[in-house]
């Protein structure tokens, strides 16, 4: 089951002094790629084997500096944001994975990469699995960290957690709620899903606020969440249609947040599953122990070179 630990200190502000959202280091250069009815903002830097990280609702491709710093020593390292969330363009729709599955083939095509490894977390999860499902031979090895994907293993489970009402949260008036608040919005998920909420710094909490103030960064975010459904059709398909992942896959869950729950989920999709749980850490991986999540990564990957 899910273990999503809360404490009353999780749930009140946490917001000490702490540093900005790191940069990338200088071997990166940012790129905006139209493909596929978006414009992706994309960071690349190094040489090597590709390896690609998809970032989650809340954050950016920003989360993901320290584990490119690691990285880019020996891989090739494409960085995008999700279409319509962070510096990407904001289109009307398109938010179904497996259309974003489409926009991740799109910017390894323009960067003429052929195949690559996967790195994701929390809704990159789902893109992440979508671009795997569609495109097999392009991935090598695949990390998904600490978030469900829609339909497959105990999705219909998951959905009853109180803690994810915000799966849930549409209608015609959620734009205008939060319209103005969203540092309030998404201090609830920083705090929430914790297990120290003030390891995620209060220049972080200013610097992804920023953005997802931007105009129609809220509602995409919004849509991310409303295209679960389809994404669980879609999964279901792919599945009743004799689909597994075949590709070595390590599911990593946050000792605080989803746990050994992530290799279950993934177990029932994809025949080559290592289970492995970051310590000391909620869902917030790159901000609560980066050094883990970055060295178990790190070891993963290895072994595929």
């Known amino acids: 089951m899910l273990k999503i630990a809360l404490t009353l200190g999780a749930l009140a502000f946490a917001a000490p002094a702490g540093a900005q959202v790191p940069d990338f280091p200088s071997p990166f250069k940012t790129q905006e790629i139209a493909t596929n009815g978006a414009t992706i903002h994309v960071r690349v830097g190094g040489q090597g084997p590709a390896v690609v990280l998809l970032h989650g609702y809340g954050e950016t491709g920003d989360m993901w500096a320290p584990m490119a710093a690691d990285l880019v020593r020996d891989h090739t390292v494409v ?7 962070g510096l990407s363009s904001k289109p009307a729709s398109g938010f179904d994975k497996k259309t974003q599955a489409g926009d991740v083939a799109g910017v390894l095509d323009a960067l003429k990469v052929e ?17 795997a499902a569609q495109h097999p031979q392009r991935v090598g090895r695949f990390v998904l960290i ?18 994810l009402w915000h799966f849930r949260f549409g209608g015609p008036d959620m734009e205008r709620l939060v319209a103005g608040r969203e540092r309030i919005y998404l201090d609830r998920f920083w705090n929430e899903f914790s297990a120290t909420p003030a390891r995620f710094s209060e220049a972080s909490r200013e610097h992804y606020a920023k953005l997802y103030a931007l105009p129609g960064a809220m509602h995409s975010g919004f849509a991310q969440f409303a295209a679960f459904d389809q994404d669980a059709i879609d999964n279901r398909a792919y599945l009743a249609a004799g689909g597994k992942l075949a590709m070595p896959i390590l599911a990593l869950g946050g000792e ?3 746990g050994t729950t992530m290799a279950a989920v993934m177990r029932s999709a994809a025949t080559d599953v290592t289970e492995g749980v970051v310590p000391d850490s909620g869902h917030w991986i790159m901000e609560e122990n980066p050094t883990a999540t970055v060295a178990m990564v790190r070891a993963f990957l290895d072994k595929g070179r």
């Not at 960085?79 to 969330?85: A, E, Y």
């Not at 600490?146 to 957690?161: S, T």
């Open 256 to 258: 605080k947040s989803f």
């Open 115 to 131: 195949r690559a490894d996967l790195v994701t977390h929390d809704i990159g999860n789902m893109v992440g699995f979508a671009f």
């Open 79 to 85: 960085v995008p944001d999700l279409r319509g969330l």
């Open 146 to 163: 600490d978030a469900p994907v829609p339909g497959i293993g105990p999705w219909e489970e998951i959905l009853k957690n109180p803690l």
